[in-house]
């Protein structure tokens, strides 16, 4: 017996084998590139969602710290009208009491008060001979002095860090000068 022949099938089934995978690996290939991208996808979401965690942590401690910093500013404000009765009970005791040494204690307490309170970090808004600040200052009268500048007090202003706790009350100049002259044109003086 001869060796049987082989058969010629497989040879033809070959072509479509070999075709088969050429277009099963390009099939694979485009799976895999789209699974690909869809992994990207979610990885890119994935760090934009821990990107977005850490700004969220972050903005978190910075409004703790700012809610932190500024909460005493309720009881700053409302230690303001006490510390100008205090001030006003200071100035109002006379020459002969002032020499005493109940005075000398009470100006003792009143200056470690403000020497606190300054430590903490309020200051005292500067007011006359300085110029007219709408931020600092609430203007309540116009006076004979130089033209926007700051002629007198009439309550202290304060201010808490960069923050206005409250705006000083004051008079400012309206370029008339005191004696009843302009302040700023001397050229029309000299003309007259």
Not at 5 to 16: D, L
Not at 58 to 79: D, P, Y
Not at 155 to 166: A, T
Not at 180 to 187: F, H, L, S, T
């Amino acid at each position: 017996m001869s060796a049987p022949e082989p058969r010629s099938e497989p040879n033809e089934a070959a072509p479509q084998e070999n075709g088969a995978p050429a277009s099963d690996a390009g099939e694979a290939q485009k799976a895999i590139e789209e699974l690909q991208a869809k992994a990207d996808g979610y990885l890119n979401n994935w760090r934009r969602a821990q990107a977005d965690l850490e700004n969220l942590r972050k903005r978190t401690e910075q409004e703790k710290q700012e809610t932190t910093l500024w909460a005493g500013t309720n009881v700053l404000s409302a230690m303001l009208p006490v510390i100008d009765d205090f001030t006003r009970a200071l100035e109002a005791i006379g020459a002969e009491q002032k020499k005493e040494k109940w005075f000398e204690g009470l100006s003792l307490v009143y200056k470690k008060l403000l020497t606190s309170l300054e430590a903490q970090g309020l200051t005292v808004i500067p007011t006359v001979g300085h110029d007219f600040d709408p931020k600092l200052h609430d203007a309540v009268m116009r006076v004979d002095g130089q033209e926007g500048k700051v002629i007198t007090e009439l309550q202290k202003g304060y201010k808490f860090r960069d923050r206005v706790l409250r705006p000083a009350f004051v008079a400012v100049g309206n370029g008339v000068k005191a004696s009843g002259g302009k302040d700023a044109p001397e050229k029309d003086a000299a003309a007259d």
